[in-house]
């Protein structure tokens, strides 16, 4: 995910063999769409674009959801750059606060006070400061990047206008049957970021991701009765924040508060942190390390599987694929 205004920056036994299926070209990092086939099985190894922290503990925890089957799953995932692309034709890609930023619709002056806020916070937010200092940071970053959008003032009907831009948002391909398939088996997929819950919601609407019935968690605009902005809605979500709590407050919980399994998707080291407070049982975490390599020891302490190169969708569709596949099946 990116923070307010973030700009180009420098820029995956006996145990191993189970029923997790990827075509060869995934592993060797071509991008391959393949599913798992029905009763096969393969040794799920680390390669050059995906990096397993534990082969025999992740096909252990694959065994166990498999046999809850999806009654018993659901899927966390983090939006801006897990749900979409870091880079696209050669540039960093959109996050929902950048989309606001580069519009048109709100001028170059609104465009250059959120990067200032950028160039004075986002060093804060990559240092080794403590955690509650740097929550501090980042709350006041969060908070006076929303008011500039108050400022200038931003209406409602602008987001339809910028979502509907050409490669506003580009989504990683293979994310809508990601989505697709979490809906068949009715296995709630939530959306938990702290990007922008309208901008988000703008996409959806526009990309015809609402079908599959994603529900999403993030920071909600309010506004008045001509649609102007007026500030934002409940608990403000950052990127230190972000965890069960708040979908528990949600209206969905009842769905989901008795499913001991979870698909967690990010992007961000604090991501995995989406789960904290839930009664689960198992964790699969996935990370995309999109930049940044040499933060990868950092990342593998934290997730089962770390996914590089900004890769599409392939690992995490042939994985879920396979945790919903029935047990008979192989």
């Known amino acids: 995910m990116e923070h ?29 769409k393949a599913g798992p086939a029905p009763g096969r099985t393969m040794d799920m190894q680390s390669s050059d674009t995906v990096k397993i922290r534990d082969e025999a503990g992740l096909a252990a925890k694959v065994a166990r959801m498999r046999t809850g089957g999806p009654a018993q799953l659901h899927i966390i995932s983090d939006f801006d750059y897990t749900m979409t692309k870091f880079m696209h034709n050669g540039e960093r890609a959109p996050s929902t606060h950048r989309v606001l930023e580069v519009s048109p619709l709100l001028g170059e002056d609104f465009r250059q006070k959120t990067n200032a806020l950028f160039k004075h916070y986002y060093p804060i937010e990559i240092s080794d400061m403590p955690h509650d200092e740097k929550e501090v940071k980042m709350i006041e970053w969060w908070t006076q990047a929303h008011e500039l959008m108050e400022t200038y003032n931003l ?119 989406m789960a904290d407070g839930l009664n689960v049982t198992d ?46 099946e192989g």
Not at 295 to 324: A, C, I, T
Request: net charge negative; charged share 20%.
């Open 283 to 328: 964790v699969i975490n996935v990370g995309f390390l999109n930049d940044r390599v040499e933060r990868l020891p950092q990342y593998m302490e934290r997730y089962d599987v770390v996914l590089l190169g900004d890769p599409d969708m392939s690992f995490v569709n042939s994985l879920l694929q396979d945790l919903v596949r029935p047990v008979k």
């Open 4 to 32: 307010p205004a973030a700009r180009t920056l420098t820029q995956r036994g006996g145990c191993v063999a189970f029923g997790l299926v990827l075509a060869a070209a995934l592993l060797s990092g071509a991008g391959a």
């Open 155 to 273: 209406n409602k009907a602008h987001l339809s206008e910028m979502v509907s831009e050409k490669d506003a948002l580009v989504m990683r391909e293979g994310t809508m049957q990601l989505l697709a398939t979490a809906n068949d088996h009715d296995v709630p997929f939530h959306v938990f970021s702290a990007g922008i819950y309208d901008v988000i919601h703008a996409y959806f609407e526009f990309s015809g991701a609402y079908q599959h019935n994603p529900h999403v968690v993030s920071n909600m605009m309010d506004f008045d009765a001509d649609g102007n902005l007026i500030g934002f809605k409940g608990n403000l979500v950052h990127t230190l924040n972000k965890n069960s709590r708040v979908i528990q407050d949600g209206e969905n919980w009842p769905r989901v508060k008795d499913r001991p399994n979870v698909l967690l998707l990010g992007d961000n080291i604090n991501d995995v942190q």
